[in-house]
C-alpha cells in the first residue's frame, strides 16, 4: 500500500468492518469523519487509562496490543470499557496483513467486551516493523464489596495467578515450532501454542478486588521477576519469593530449555502478581472461579527483594530485558 494514511476504502473494508464501537458507555465511536471519540459519564466514577505499544512481524501482534494495554487497566481494579488504536505499518505491508491485525483487535475485543472507539491507521516509509500503540480505558470499580487496589505493605502474603511465561511461551511456540518439532511432538507444541487463552488478566481483577486483595500487578516484558521486582518498587518494600512455589507449565520449562532462555525472565502476559494480608483466601476465592493461584512469598519491611531456592539466596535487579530477546528480535 502507498504510504500516508490509508485510503477510505482500505479504512473502511480492512479497518472498521473489523472491530465494534459500540457499547453502552460510548456516544460517538470509530468512524469516517470521526476523529475523538466521546464517552458517557461514568457517574461518580473514576477512568482508568493505559496505553501500550508492541512492535514486530509475528502473527499475533494484534492481540496481544489489545491485551496488553487492557491487562494493565484489569491491574488497578478497573473494569475495561474501551481502547483507541494506532497502527502504523511498513509501506511493504499488504492489505490483507493489515485485515488480519485489525481483525484480532476486534476478536480480542469482542470477547472482552470492550468496543473499539477510534484510533488512526498508517503506512510508513519510516518503520521496518508494524507498531500498534494501544490506549486503554476503563470505570474503577465502585461495586459492593469491591476494593480498589493500593500499595503492597509489609506482612503480606504474595499470590501469583496461572502461570509464568505464558505469553513468551506461546509465541515461540507458534513462530518457532520448526525447529520444536524436531525434538517434540506436535500435540506438545499445539498446547504451549493454546496458552493464548490464557493471556486475559481481567477475570482474576474482577475476582480480587471483591476478595480481599491489596496490591495488583501484571507481568509482562521481563518475566515474572521483573513484575515482582516493580510491585515492590512502587510500594517501596521488600520481598522474600520461594523459586520452587513459582507455578510454571512444563511446556514453557521445555521451550525455554530447547532455546536456553530464563523461564523466570520471559514475556509472562496472563499471569498477575497480587498482594493480600490473607493470600491464601485470595487463592480459594480465585480457584472458586477456576483461575489457577499460588502462595509464593512475603512482602517484608526492608527493600531486599530476594528470591530463595533452597539454601540458594539471590537478589532481584530492575528490568535489564526479556529473555524471549534471545529467540527474536523485538
Not at 52 to 77: F, L, P
Not at 255 to 267: G, M, Q, R, T
Not at 298 to 323: A, C, Q, Y
Request: glycine share 10%.
Amino acid at each position: 500500500m502507498k504510504t500516508g494514511k490509508v485510503t477510505e476504502n482500505v479504512l473502511k473494508r480492512s479497518v472498521l468492518k473489523q472491530v465494534k464501537s459500540n457499547h453502552e458507555n460510548v456516544k460517538i465511536g470509530a468512524g469516517i469523519g470521526e476523529d475523538c471519540a466521546v464517552l458517557a459519564s461514568f457517574g461518580d466514577a473514576d477512568i482508568a487509562l493505559a496505553a501500550n505499544s508492541i512492535t514486530g512481524r509475528y502473527e499475533q501482534i494484534g492481540s496481544d496490543s489489545v491485551h496488553a494495554a487492557v491487562n494493565n487497566i484489569a491491574a488497578k481494579g478497573a473494569k475495561p470499557v474501551a481502547i483507541l488504536v494506532a497502527a502504523v505499518f511498513p509501506e511493504n505491508t499488504g492489505e490483507d496483513r493489515l485485515r488480519r491485525v485489525m481483525a484480532q483487535i476486534g476478536e480480542v475485543a469482542e470477547e472482552l467486551g470492550i468496543a473499539v472507539i477510534g484510533g488512526h491507521t498508517e503506512i510508513s516509509e519510516k518503520v521496518t516493523e508494524p507498531v500498534i500503540s494501544v490506549t486503554g480505558i476503563g470505570k474503577l470499580a465502585t461495586g459492593p464489596g469491591e476494593k480498589l487496589p493500593k500499595r503492597a505493605k509489609a506482612g503480606q502474603d504474595v499470590v501469583v495467578t496461572k502461570w509464568i511465561g505464558l505469553a513468551g511461551t506461546a509465541r515461540i511456540a507458534e513462530e518457532r515450532s520448526g525447529e520444536l518439532l524436531k525434538r517434540y511432538p506436535a500435540a506438545f507444541i499445539d498446547q504451549a501454542t493454546e496458552f493464548r487463552k490464557f493471556l486475559s488478566v481481567v477475570p482474576e481483577a474482577a475476582t480480587a478486588i471483591k476478595s480481599g486483595v491489596c496490591a495488583m500487578h501484571d507481568a509482562s516484558g521481563g518475566g515474572i521477576f521483573s513484575a515482582l521486582w516493580e510491585l515492590a518498587e512502587a510500594a517501596g518494600v521488600g520481598l522474600e519469593i520461594d523459586l520452587k512455589k513459582l507455578p510454571i507449565r512444563q511446556e514453557t520449562v521445555e521451550v525455554c530449555d530447547f532455546f536456553d532462555v530464563n523461564p523466570y525472565e520471559l514475556w509472562s502476559g496472563g499471569s498477575m502478581v497480587m498482594t493480600a494480608d490473607n493470600g491464601y483466601d485470595l487463592v480459594r476465592a480465585l480457584e472458586q472461579e477456576h483461575i489457577h493461584a499460588v502462595v509464593v512469598g512475603k512482602i517484608t519491611d526492608t527493600n531486599d527483594r530476594v528470591i530463595v531456592n533452597e539454601e540458594e539466596r539471590r537478589f532481584l535487579e530492575p528490568f535489564r530485558g526479556d529473555s524471549i530477546g534471545k529467540v527474536f528480535s523485538f
